[in-house]
């Protein structure tokens, strides 16, 4: 017997829990998913996938869904790395959902984040997913806070607060029943702080969006947000009313979602190691400044996760 | 009480015991804000709350508050997770509900936590919810127990009244065998003032010990003061069969966590329970290579021979194996609200592998205010009781003394598939 005097440092530890966590969704599901929108934490989640199952494939195909409000540069990139993997990439639309007519938006360009908990649902029932991977922390709401690492949802996708599993140890409970699904997080226990310093580690590409650049800027309900910007079906979002004014400014993002609710902050860091730079010394959370639908109410997050959201 | 406590950069995870009375909620909120771990936004938030509420300063302890539920009642009803780091070292903090309806919740977080911080109301000494935490946090297994006097403000930082808690509390602590296993330490604070948390302040000069901050940093982590022997359950068996790449045509990765211990290169290794021999070819960790690795890293294993392994083996080193067992004998408390029913059969989870399980003899429960044993027929949500398991599948299995992974378990039940019981293995 050997004492192991040496302790793995944070990343280490957090690398070696992210890894045991998807290796239990592939020895305990049958069917999961991981679910990648070419965000900081899902790039991430790839990471910990590659160091969890290489040489062989990943047990489980990736899979976006598509709000129709994201940034072109995003999406390439999330094609460009499915690509570069080798593994499949599976894409399902909000739009799909409401041409279906299961999504019904109030208005034309309101935001779409709660409405990929429909398509989300659809496409579980679609290919019979018993387990979504997902890159949620508990650092990011305190709805979240509450969350376990493998989260149980009913036949319709609903989250119960008070009825949760217990989870114990490291002896995550994955089962479920047909119909069922587990939300799996392998990275509940990280803070943004930890994901850029893994990504600094690990070297890992990000789309261009979460680095400084110059962008026209409107002020639209006390919050910045991008104007004009172009969709991937053609059209462009965020056009300026009367009386709104354009400003071009450096920016960047520290979340990526839904266009019309994600606000950039005003940013020179143009690369990894200045970023972690600014996440120690930022005096405002990474929602707090950037999501502008968790701002709603107290609890708009707990609210979304117990209609099906991730 | 030992006094090794030594300092590494690593992460430590601990929990707090207490009820919202005892100040537990505004201890978080404060070591969240001393560290400057709250930022201006939240700050903002919970100031105009506390506003609303007609409260005069800043109520730190809505920093913790969580759910709609639980707002609208004023109750915690389940463990959240707070992370801070103060640049040397990342936390981890489990933060459970104190009432004796949530002895479960309380289980579940010191499942995790290598520290227990009980808090005693300076006002109000040791109780008997102070005598249901400790237990608890022994009977789980945390070795660093760090008894926090708070309160001490409404004290007038009384040095004597402090000392009679600690003489109060060591006693009892003798009682229950908890002085002589675990390590204790005592700090007198104020949560609410942020004495001795974070900054010492001037109030108590008599007190020369360290703080809260400074125990917490200088806190052993987990497995790092005891040897272990070597337990790598296998969760997943990497087979890529590429016919492209002949290099893999014949990889046979075995992958899994450490639970304990180290392995290198070259050591004679056990596949359980089947009890195969062979010898470790290679370690690999993404596409680096170790000559050797440690507790808590998950890697994946190649042996020299070509062995069936699937999920739910254990590779231990050849002279530390342990022998498979059919039957167990534990201290299970009971999570969920319909009773164990001794006539069924269970899922025990342990490590990778599960066994359906059936109950042998409930031997007694304990009361976990008084500490009584008290013989039983059934098991209620949040009792904790000494039975025994038999098993269809053999389990390889230490004492959970010796080994909080593998002397742990979890219970299913299969017609809900809920997690309904937690079990310790004496």
């Given at each position: 017997?050997?004492?192991?005097?040496?302790?793995?440092?944070h990343?280490?530890?957090?690398?070696?829990?992210?890894?045991?966590?998807?290796?239990?969704?592939?020895?305990?599901?049958?069917?999961?998913?991981?679910?990648?929108?070419?965000?900081?934490?899902?790039?991430?989640?790839?990471?910990?996938?590659?160091?969890?199952?290489?040489?062989?494939?990943?047990?489980?195909?990736?899979?976006?869904?598509?709000?129709?409000?994201?940034?072109?540069?995003?999406?390439?990139?999330?094609?460009?790395?499915?690509?570069?993997?080798?593994?499949?990439?599976?894409?399902?639309?909000?739009?799909?959902?409401?041409?279906?007519?299961?999504?019904?938006?109030?208005?034309?360009d309101?935001?779409?984040?709660?409405?990929?908990?429909?398509?989300?649902?659809?496409?579980?029932?679609?290919?019979?997913?018993d387990?979504?991977i997902?890159?949620?922390?508990?650092?990011?709401?305190?709805?979240?806070?509450?969350?376990?690492?493998?989260?149980?949802?009913?036949?319709?996708?609903?989250?119960?607060?008070?009825?949760?599993?217990?989870?114990?140890?490291?002896?995550?409970?994955?089962?479920?029943?047909?119909?069922?699904?587990?939300?799996?997080?392998?990275i509940?226990?990280?803070?943004?702080?930890?994901?850029?310093?893994?990504i600094?580690?690990?070297?890992?590409g990000?789309?261009?969006?979460?680095f400084?650049?110059?962008?026209?800027?409107?002020?639209?309900?006390?919050?910045?947000?991008?104007?004009?910007?172009?969709?991937?079906?053609?059209?462009?979002?965020?056009?300026?009313?009367?009386?709104?004014?354009?400003?071009?400014?450096?920016?960047?993002?520290?979340?990526?979602?839904?266009?019309?609710?994600?606000?950039?902050?005003?940013?020179?860091?143009?690369?990894?190691?200045?970023?972690?730079?600014?996440?120690?010394?930022?005096?405002?959370?990474?929602?707090?400044?950037?999501?502008?639908?968790?701002?709603?109410?107290?609890?708009?997050?707990?609210?979304?996760?117990?209609?099906?959201?991730? | 009480?030992?006094?090794?406590?030594?300092?590494?950069d690593?992460?430590?995870?601990?929990?707090?015991?207490?009820?919202?009375?005892?100040?537990?909620?505004?201890?978080?909120?404060?070591?969240?804000?001393?560290?400057?771990?709250?930022?201006?936004?939240?700050?903002?938030?919970?100031?105009?709350?506390?506003?609303?509420?007609?409260?005069?300063?800043?109520?730190?302890?809505?920093?913790?508050?969580?759910?709609?539920?639980?707002?609208?009642?004023?109750?915690?009803?389940?463990?959240?997770?707070?992370?801070?780091?103060?640049?040397?070292?990342?936390?981890?903090?489990?933060?459970?509900?104190?009432?004796?309806?949530?002895?479960?919740?309380?289980?579940?977080a010191?499942?995790?936590?290598?520290?227990?911080?009980?808090?005693?109301?300076?006002?109000?000494?040791?109780?008997?919810?102070?005598?249901?935490?400790?237990?608890?946090?022994?009977?789980?297994?945390?070795?660093?127990?760090?008894?926090?006097?708070?309160?001490?403000?409404?004290?007038?930082?009384?040095?004597?009244?402090?000392?009679?808690?600690?003489?109060?509390?060591?006693?009892?602590?003798?009682?229950?065998?908890?002085?002589?296993?675990?390590?204790?330490?005592?700090?007198?604070?104020s949560?609410?003032?942020?004495?001795?948390?974070?900054?010492?302040?001037?109030?108590?000069?008599?007190?020369?010990?360290?703080?809260?901050?400074?125990?917490?940093?200088?806190?052993?982590?987990?497995?790092?003061?005891?040897?272990?022997?070597?337990?790598?359950?296998?969760?997943?068996?990497?087979?890529?069969?590429?016919?492209?790449?002949?290099d893999?045509?014949?990889?046979?990765?075995?992958?899994?966590?450490?639970?304990?211990?180290d392995?290198?290169?070259?050591?004679?290794?056990?596949?359980?329970?089947?009890?195969?021999?062979?010898?470790?070819?290679?370690?690999?960790?993404?596409?680096?290579?170790?000559?050797?690795?440690?507790?808590?890293?998950?890697?994946?294993?190649?042996?020299?021979?070509?062995?069936?392994?699937?999920?739910?083996?254990?590779?231990?080193?050849?002279?530390?194996?342990?022998?498979?067992?059919?039957?167990?004998?534990?201290?299970?408390?009971?999570?969920?609200?319909?009773?164990?029913?001794?006539?069924?059969?269970?899922?025990?989870?342990?490590?990778?592998?599960?066994?359906?399980?059936?109950?042998?003899t409930?031997?007694?429960?304990?009361?976990?205010?008084?500490?009584?044993?008290?013989?039983?027929?059934?098991?209620?949500?949040?009792?904790?009781?000494?039975?025994?398991?038999?098993?269809?599948?053999?389990?390889?299995?230490?004492?959970?003394?010796?080994?909080?992974?593998?002397?742990?378990?979890?219970?299913?039940?299969?017609?809900?598939?809920?997690?309904?019981?937690?079990?310790?293995?004496?």
């Amino acid at each position: 017997m050997t004492t192991s005097k040496k302790t793995l440092s944070h990343l280490d530890w957090l690398e070696a829990e992210a890894i045991h966590i998807l290796r239990e969704v592939a020895g305990q599901c049958s069917n999961p998913v991981l679910l990648f929108s070419g965000g900081k934490d899902s790039l991430c989640i790839l990471r910990l996938a590659e160091k969890a199952f290489r040489p062989g494939r990943f047990p489980f195909p990736l899979m976006h869904i598509d709000t129709g409000h994201n940034y072109q540069e995003v999406i390439n990139f999330r094609d460009q790395r499915a690509e570069e993997l080798g593994e499949r990439l599976i894409v399902r639309s909000v739009e799909d959902s409401m041409k279906r007519g299961t999504v019904v938006l109030k208005t034309p360009d309101e935001p779409r984040n709660k409405h990929q908990s429909v398509t989300l649902l659809e496409a579980i029932e679609e290919f019979g997913f018993d387990c979504c991977i997902g890159g949620a922390r508990r650092d990011e709401e305190k709805a979240r806070a509450k969350e376990r690492i493998m989260s149980f949802r009913d036949e319709f996708g609903q989250w119960d607060p008070k009825n949760q599993r217990p989870e114990l140890w490291n002896l995550y409970n994955a089962r479920s029943h047909k119909g069922e699904n587990i939300r799996a997080f392998p990275i509940s226990n990280w803070t943004e702080m930890d994901v850029w310093q893994y990504i600094e580690r690990e070297n890992l590409g990000l789309p261009s969006i979460y680095f400084s650049h110059q962008r026209d800027i409107i002020m639209r309900g006390g919050a910045m947000m991008p104007a004009n910007v172009p969709l991937t079906n053609g059209e462009v979002i965020n056009v300026p009313k009367a009386g709104e004014q354009v400003v071009n400014m450096q920016v960047r993002f520290r979340t990526v979602g839904d266009i019309t609710c994600t606000a950039p902050v005003i940013s020179d860091a143009d690369n990894v190691s200045k970023i972690v730079l600014e996440t120690a010394t930022t005096t405002i959370t990474e929602r707090g400044a950037t999501r502008l639908d968790d701002q709603t109410s107290d609890a708009s997050m707990e609210q979304r996760k117990k209609e099906g959201y991730f | 009480m030992s006094n090794h406590m030594q300092h590494n950069d690593s992460l430590l995870r601990f929990m707090t015991c207490g009820s919202v009375d005892d100040g537990k909620s505004t201890l978080i909120g404060r070591l969240l804000f001393d560290t400057k771990t709250i930022l201006a936004d939240t700050l903002t938030q919970i100031s105009n709350t506390s506003k609303k509420r007609g409260m005069e300063a800043v109520d730190l302890s809505l920093l913790t508050d969580g759910l709609q539920a639980e707002r609208e009642q004023g109750i915690t009803i389940d463990v959240a997770y707070r992370y801070f780091s103060t640049g040397t070292r990342k936390y981890i903090i489990a933060d459970a509900p104190g009432h004796e309806q949530y002895t479960r919740n309380m289980v579940t977080a010191a499942s995790t936590a290598n520290l227990a911080i009980i808090l005693i109301d300076a006002r109000k000494g040791v109780l008997t919810q102070t005598r249901r935490h400790s237990y608890l946090a022994h009977l789980v297994g945390i070795p660093h127990i760090v008894v926090a006097v708070n309160k001490m403000d409404l004290i007038n930082y009384d040095q004597a009244t402090y000392n009679k808690i600690c003489a109060d509390y060591i006693q009892f602590a003798e009682e229950i065998g908890l002085a002589a296993a675990r390590d204790i330490r005592f700090i007198p604070m104020s949560a609410l003032n942020g004495d001795m948390l974070v900054d010492r302040l001037e109030n108590m000069p008599w007190y020369t010990g360290e703080t809260l901050l400074e125990m917490l940093e200088k806190a052993p982590a987990a497995h790092t003061e005891q040897s272990e022997q070597f337990r790598f359950p296998v969760q997943f068996v990497c087979r890529p069969h590429a016919s492209s790449d002949a290099d893999l045509h014949d990889f046979r990765g075995f992958m899994g966590r450490i639970e304990s211990g180290d392995i290198a290169v070259g050591d004679a290794v056990t596949v359980l329970p089947n009890g195969y021999q062979s010898k470790v070819k290679a370690i690999q960790l993404g596409e680096n290579q170790l000559q050797s690795a440690q507790t808590e890293q998950s890697v994946t294993i190649l042996l020299e021979d070509e062995i069936d392994t699937s999920r739910g083996d254990m590779i231990v080193k050849t002279d530390e194996a342990l022998a498979p067992v059919k039957q167990i004998e534990a201290f299970v408390c009971w999570l969920s609200e319909t009773p164990l029913s001794t006539a069924r059969t269970y899922i025990v989870r342990h490590t990778t592998r599960e066994s359906k399980a059936k109950i042998g003899t409930i031997q007694y429960k304990v009361d976990v205010n008084t500490l009584e044993q008290q013989p039983t027929a059934d098991l209620k949500m949040n009792d904790i009781a000494r039975l025994t398991f038999k098993l269809a599948q053999p389990l390889m299995v230490d004492s959970y003394k010796t080994n909080r992974a593998t002397g742990a378990f979890i219970v299913i039940d299969e017609s809900t598939n809920n997690t309904v019981g937690a079990g310790m293995i004496v």
